[in-house]
């Protein structure tokens, strides 16, 4: 099973842009890189995903590092609305009829945003 | 319609009891997933249904009984529980291995 490694928690101040890493030294070439995201008191909702390249969406943008062995969500203004759970989940194309093709939590980073 | 709804929102039963979660979705999607989630864990995968079909058990006590009956809908039978099984149970839809949308959950309390 590949893993992924994030921090427990971080702080931004509003209208700031945040950071958040993802560390997945394991991850093998057929992975993708999933985020999702859970606001207090709702179900988790899908943010962005890529392979290699990096991408942009309404939402946010995923830096990917040349290795792919770690990447970054980028919130270019972080606004209340976007306290919650970040979950980085790696998703195995190869394995979609498994387990490991369908989205594994792990414990996310809990981000707070400062008004 | 983007929307995943799951009754009830609430639901609280003895360890005797026989009730159901329902989950129903209007996008056309052909899988459907049910997650299970602890006071401030990440969720866990229960079951994924594929084109009606049964396609993932990850290993879940069979006092929980999954059902899909159409494409559009999924119900989680819950039978005999014990207190630990207490908690929130999501509900998700996706086109095969696409974007999971996800329910708002059912708060399950099990006395």
């Known amino acids: 099973d590949a893993k992924t490694t994030q921090p427990n928690s971080m702080e931004s101040n509003e209208e700031e842009p945040v950071h958040l890493p993802c560390n997945h030294s394991t991850i093998s070439g057929t992975d993708y890189i999933h985020w999702y995201r859970q606001l207090p008191s709702q179900g988790p909702e899908y943010v962005i995903h890529g392979l290699t390249s990096n991408v942009n969406n309404r939402m946010a943008s995923l830096a990917i590092a040349e290795d792919r062995k770690s990447s970054t969500l980028i919130l270019h203004r972080a606004t209340l609305r976007d306290a919650a759970v970040y979950y980085c989940?790696?998703?195995?194309?190869?394995?979609?009829?498994?387990?490991?093709?369908?989205?594994?939590f792990g414990k996310g980073t809990k981000l707070s945003v400062k008004p | 319609d983007t929307e995943v709804t799951q009754t009830p929102k609430h639901l609280v039963m003895g360890m005797t009891n026989k009730k159901s979660l329902k989950c129903e979705q209007h996008?056309?999607?052909?899988?459907m997933y049910w997650y299970k989630q602890k006071a401030k864990k990440p969720p866990e995968l229960m079951f994924v249904y594929s084109y009606e079909k049964l396609s993932i058990n990850e290993s879940v006590p069979s006092r929980f009984s999954p059902e899909c009956p159409n494409s559009s809908l999924l119900n989680l039978h819950l039978h005999a529980l014990q207190p630990e099984d207490s908690a929130l149970y999501l509900c998700?839809?996706?086109?095969?291995?696409?974007?999971?949308?996800f329910g708002p959950g059912t708060r399950l309390t099990v006395l």
């Open positions: 989940i790696l998703r195995d194309v190869e394995r979609l009829g498994g387990s490991q093709g369908n989205l594994i």
């Open positions: 998700a839809s996706s086109h095969p291995f696409g974007e999971q949308f």
């Open positions: 996008m056309g999607h052909r899988a």
